[in-house]
Nanobody, 121 residues
Framework: QVQLVESGGGLVQPGGSLRLSCAAS????????MGWYRQAPGKQRELAAF???????NYADSVKGRFTISRDNAKNTVYLQMDSLKFEGTAVYYC???????????????WGQGTQVTVSS
C-alpha cells in the first residue's frame, strides 16, 4: 500500500511563511507528478501547484510568485514553500501524487489526509 503524510501546517499571520512537506511511503516503484491542492471553507478543492518528475512546475495564478513547489525524489517527498501568505490562503492543503507501485502497473492517484493552514492576525 501507499501512504502520503503531510506536515507543516499551522497558524501564521498575513505576510508570513510556512513550508509544507508530504512524504510518500509504501510499495513505490516510481512517482510521476506530485502536487498540492487546497480547499477553503465552503469552496471546492483547487490545484495550487504541481511538479513533474523531471522538475517542471506549474502554479495557479493565485499563488504564482509567492509559492514554490519542489521535490526530493530520493526521499519521495514534495514540498510547498508558501511566502507572503494572505487571509485567503486559509484552507486544508492536500498532497497528491501519481504513483506506480510496480513496473507493470499504471500510475494511480493518491491523496494525503490534509493539513490545516490558517492565516490570521
Amino acid at each position: 500500500q501507499v501512504q502520503l503524510v503531510e506536515s507543516g501546517g499551522g497558524l501564521v499571520q498575513p505576510g508570513g511563511s510556512l513550508r509544507l512537506s508530504c512524504a510518500a511511503s509504501g510499495s513505490i516503484y516510481r512517482i510521476h507528478t506530485m502536487g498540492w491542492y487546497r480547499q477553503a471553507p465552503g469552496k471546492q478543492r483547487e490545484l495550487a501547484a504541481f511538479i513533474i518528475e523531471g522538475g517542471g512546475t506549474n502554479y495557479a495564478d493565485s499563488v504564482k510568485g509567492r509559492f514554490t513547489i519542489s521535490r526530493d525524489n530520493a526521499k519521495n517527498t514534495v514540498y510547498l514553500q508558501m511566502d507572503s501568505l494572505k487571509f485567503e490562503g486559509t484552507a486544508v492543503y492536500y498532497c497528491n501524487a501519481d504513483i506506480q507501485q510496480t513496473w507493470r502497473d499504471r500510475a494511480a492517484g493518491y491523496w494525503g489526509q490534509g493539513t490545516q493552514v490558517t492565516v490570521s492576525s
